[in-house]
């Protein structure tokens, strides 16, 4: 773990010199420096206790950064409930019964608001709380720009259509992302997050009925895959265990690293999206980005960290535009 916090500040060092300032728009760095200076470390310390109350905390509140951006930009909608004309994302395909944290940042926005009234926006803290899981786990710590506001609206039909199915092929994940405005590097670089989280049997179960044979770049000589294949199928037997979970990363599940990448070079990725990465990239671009993550790992982390700044920057509300939600999971009356 030293090795690994050693290696996240050596990140840290460089991407203050380099990626900060290129995606921060509107935003700023300090934002709430002077209207609430101990913003940043209350997200801090509620994040770390939820995540060594429940370690896959850390990968469900960096998912819930990404369902919310994929959805109309990073303005908190995907936390608002069911209420009056607003019909809640958390409904969705993709996040019903399967995204988490929601407690998690309710209770950190309680006791900002205990602290500064209607000052540090939801969207902030989602942001925040995902940088800082990504750093508890192992992972690049970086700068975060500050300054969203909140939507007054969710979209239940975008949060459908936008946010990627595990089953997406590489066409499929490439035309998605590019529609928020983010190019081949970042879908490579965030799809490492999946370093760290589990999933559901339901989510891959397409992938051991029906498996691709060509999901891996090397003759299988030694039966790895098929093995690897064998393993999930054992634990997701019939649609009684639809609901089991199953680790991302099945090397090191509790550490954001590079293994993921590695993972998929041996046609060990869970879901078929993050196989496609390797298995669908016939002019090699991809592939050759995986290689390099899976023999660098502060490469990964840097790209990560850039990736992370620029969809972070997705459509956020800044200014008049919103509002600071007195909680979040109702727009103010």
Not at 92 to 118: H, Q, W
Not at 244 to 264: G, K, M, R, V, W
Request: glycine share 6%; hydrophobic share 40%.
């Amino acid at each position: 773990m030293e090795m690994k916090l050693w290696v996240s500040l050596i990140v840290v060092s460089a991407i203050t010199t380099t990626a900060l300032g290129d995606f921060g728009g509107a935003l700023v760095k300090g934002f709430y420096k002077e209207s609430c200076p101990l913003a940043e470390e209350i997200v801090k310390h509620n994040v770390e206790v939820a995540v060594l109350k429940d370690p896959r905390m850390a990968a469900s509140l960096l998912r819930l950064q990404f369902h919310d951006c994929f959805v109309l930009g990073c303005d908190a909608s995907v936390l608002l409930d069911t209420h009056g004309d607003i019909l809640s994302e958390k409904q969705a395909t993709p996040n019903v019964n399967s995204l988490r944290g929601f407690e998690v940042i309710d209770y950190i926005k309680y006791l900002l608001e205990e602290a500064c009234p209607l000052t540090v926006s939801c969207s902030d803290i989602i942001t925040m709380a995902a940088r800082d899981s990504v750093f508890l786990r192992g992972g690049p710590w970086w700068e975060v720009y500050l300054g969203r506001r909140d939507s007054l609206k969710a979209s239940f039909a975008g949060a459908n259509q936008y946010i990627p199915a595990p089953n997406t092929s590489l066409e499929g994940l490439i035309i998605n992302f590019k529609q928020q405005g983010l190019d081949i590097q970042d879908l490579i670089a965030l799809s490492g997050a999946h370093t760290i989280g589990k999933a559901r049997c339901v989510s891959f179960k397409q992938r051991i009925v029906q498996p691709n044979m060509l999901q891996t770049f090397y003759v299988d000589e030694f039966k790895r895959h098929s093995t690897f294949r064998r393993i999930l199928r054992s634990q997701c037997k019939d649609s009684s265990r639809d609901n089991e979970l199953s680790p991302l990363d099945i090397q090191t599940p509790a550490y954001f690293d590079n293994h993921y990448y590695i993972n998929l070079l041996k046609g060990r990725g869970l879901l078929i999206s993050d196989n496609v990465l390797v298995s669908e990239d016939h002019e090699g671009e991809v592939f050759r980005k995986v290689w390099e993550y899976a023999v660098d790992q502060e490469l990964f982390f840097l790209d990560f960290v850039e990736s992370m700044l620029k969809m972070a920057n997705i459509n956020v509300l800044t200014g008049i535009e919103g509002e600071i939600r007195e909680s979040c999971r109702f727009v103010n009356i």
